[in-house]
């Protein structure tokens, strides 16, 4: 089954920095990458998602980057701020347009932005 | 327009014990998911169902069981909890792509 692979597991970084999130998944198949962001206590809210048919998507301070051929895609934040500090996971998905759409989750980067 | 709704927020249960976990949600989705977060191990999907009398099995089914009673409700049972299955417990709901997570229902067995 698929396989989705997260690094690194926590990230430190100075406010105003960017920071760069990388994950790799198995299945060629795969064809929806989505995004979540888990602050302490809470629950995941998507924050950016991007289908197989395009190779980055961008949203103010955030963007997704996916290189179908090598199987990875990431996330990359500019310019963060304190708010940014939660837990971000990457997902994927090859049922995006059926009748279902099963994720199946990295393990999760554990962002810190220090001010 | 609530979202998902789970219940219970938190639960304590002893080894052997079964309990259902309830979730609703009220945005007419079809499709609805089980997860459950470890430390470290992300969240990963315990079962799921496309459609209203439809269940299958996700990453890490045993040890559970589901049902689809319509298609608002998707309960989550464990009929004899045992300590691994201490963990947070989110369900999910999703039309086409995006999903809606519930709040978590945070369960510690003894």
């Known amino acids: 089954g698929e396989n989705v692979e997260q690094h690194p597991s926590t990230l430190s970084v100075q406010e105003g920095d960017s920071a760069v999130i990388k994950c790799t998944y198995s299945d060629s198949a795969s064809n929806y990458f989505p995004w979540y962001k888990q602050e302490l206590g809470k629950r995941p809210q998507l924050i950016i998602d991007?289908?197989?048919?395009?190779g980055e998507k961008k949203d103010q301070r955030i963007a997704v980057t996916l290189n179908k051929t090598a199987k990875h895609f990431s996330l990359h934040i500019t310019e963060t701020q304190p708010e940014d500090s939660a837990v971000y996971f990457c997902?994927?998905?090859?049922?995006?347009?059926?009748?279902?759409?099963?994720?199946?989750f990295g393990t999760g980067t554990l962002l810190a932005v220090q001010p | 327009n609530a979202g998902v709704t789970q219940t219970p927020k938190f639960q304590v249960l002893k080894t052997g014990q079964s309990m259902t976990l309830q979730c609703a949600q009220d945005?007419?989705?079809?499709?609805m998911y089980w997860y459950r977060q470890d430390p470290g191990m992300g969240l990963r999907l315990i079962y799921y169902?496309?459609?209203?009398?439809?269940?299958d099995k996700g990453e890490v089914p045993n040890g559970y069981n589901v049902s689809r009673l319509n298609k608002r409700e998707f309960s989550l049972r464990l009929e004899s909890a045992a300590p691994s299955q201490t963990s947070v417990y989110f369900c999910?709901?999703?039309?086409?792509?995006?999903?809606?997570f519930g709040s978590g229902t945070r369960l510690t067995v003894v």
């Open positions: 169902s496309a459609s209203e009398g439809t269940t």
């Open positions: 945005m007419n989705h079809n499709s």
């Open positions: 991007i289908r197989s048919n395009v």
């Open positions: 999910a709901s999703s039309w086409n792509y995006g999903y809606t």
């Open positions: 997902a994927a998905s090859k049922d995006y347009g059926g009748a279902t759409n099963k994720l199946i």
